[in-house]
């Protein structure tokens, strides 16, 4: 009896450990089997999923409403450009946008704000699913807020590359030589968040349909892409798996608002590289009927 009760608190830490030991593994193997499973796409499946509203005021509740208002309708007569005009316009363009590139090493170098505020601004002029608007743009530069935010990436993404997403999907990226160290978080000088949100409220707390709220956010997405590319600033498109609900929590953003992308954004570091990627030519995209 005197040997049992000697051995308890040492008998009590070693049930701990394996019982943690199992359940680390059962968690893993959860995975694991996931990623095994070929139907499973957790860059669909997961990226988008955002239990994170569960403790907070269920919106969900709430009665959607539609506003009912009388629009005035006005002319519109922007300007009409020469055919010649209109070509050289258009290869100019082309010239501009050939050169974008997704870019993973950014200068600390400081840009102005207002260019940040222009390009966001650019953005919000796209169209959206019955003119819902539905984005917010959230601009990070505060360092320390930019390293909860790598913290939180680089966790999420070491999960992905070794565990969550695969093989297939690990020897894809490889010819892009990324992996889960994200320093582009800490370094650029901003941070762009872009938040879908999934519906709207209106002054009267009612909610409000956004249609197609996600299409309408990526559509803004490539306007901001190409404003930045216009004024000579780099980004890296990136989409983080999994990592929605902490960083909406993080920025304080409301339940209804689910992260899409962010955007490290900055001058290109004076020693950045790309890989030498192709692009399809323009027979291989287009079709004329
Ligand atoms: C929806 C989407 C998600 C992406 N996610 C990532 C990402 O998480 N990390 C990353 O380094 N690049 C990401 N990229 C960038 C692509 O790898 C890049 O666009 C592609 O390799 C082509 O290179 P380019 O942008 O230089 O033309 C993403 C691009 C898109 C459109």
């Given amino acids: ?146 390293h909860q935010i790598r913290l939180i990436v680089e966790e999420e993404e070491e999960v992905n590359y070794r565990k969550r997403m695969g093989d297939k999907w690990v020897q894809d990226l490889a010819r892009l030589k990324t992996n889960w160290i994200k320093e582009y978080l800490d370094v650029a000088p901003y941070l762009i968040l872009i938040f879908k949100q999934t519906y709207g409220i209106l002054p009267n707390g009612k909610k409000k349909t956004h249609y197609y709220n996600e299409i309408s956010v990526c559509i803004s997405c490539g306007i901001l892409l190409a404003a930045l590319q216009n004024v000579g600033l780099v980004t890296v498109t990136s989409t983080p798996l999994n990592c929605g609900p902490q960083l909406r929590l993080l920025l304080k953003r409301p339940a209804n608002e689910k992260l899409l992308m962010l955007l490290p954004v900055g001058y290109p570091a004076s020693d950045a590289t790309v890989p030498d990627l192709k692009r399809k030519p323009l027979d291989n995209i287009r079709v004329h009927i």
């Fill in 1 to 146: 009896m005197a040997l049992l009760s000697a051995l308890t608190p040492a008998l009590a830490a070693l049930l701990c450990v394996v019982i943690g030991f199992l359940f680390v593994k059962s968690k893993g193997s959860g995975v694991k089997s996931q990623a095994k499973n070929k139907d499973f796409r957790p860059w669909v499946d997961q990226d988008l999923q955002d239990n994170s509203n569960v403790l907070e005021k269920d919106d969900d509740d709430a009665e959607d409403y539609n506003e009912e208002e009388d629009i005035p309708h006005v002319p519109y007569s922007p300007p009409r450009y020469p055919e010649e005009t209109m070509a050289m316009r258009s290869q100019d363009f082309l010239s501009l946008m050939s050169q974008r590139r997704s870019v993973r090493f950014i200068s600390p170098e400081p840009v102005p704000r207002e260019v940040i505020d222009n390009v966001i601004h650019t953005a919000g002029t796209a169209p959206s699913g019955a003119h819902t608007e539905p984005w917010t743009f959230v601009v990070v530069s505060d360092p320390e807020t930019k």
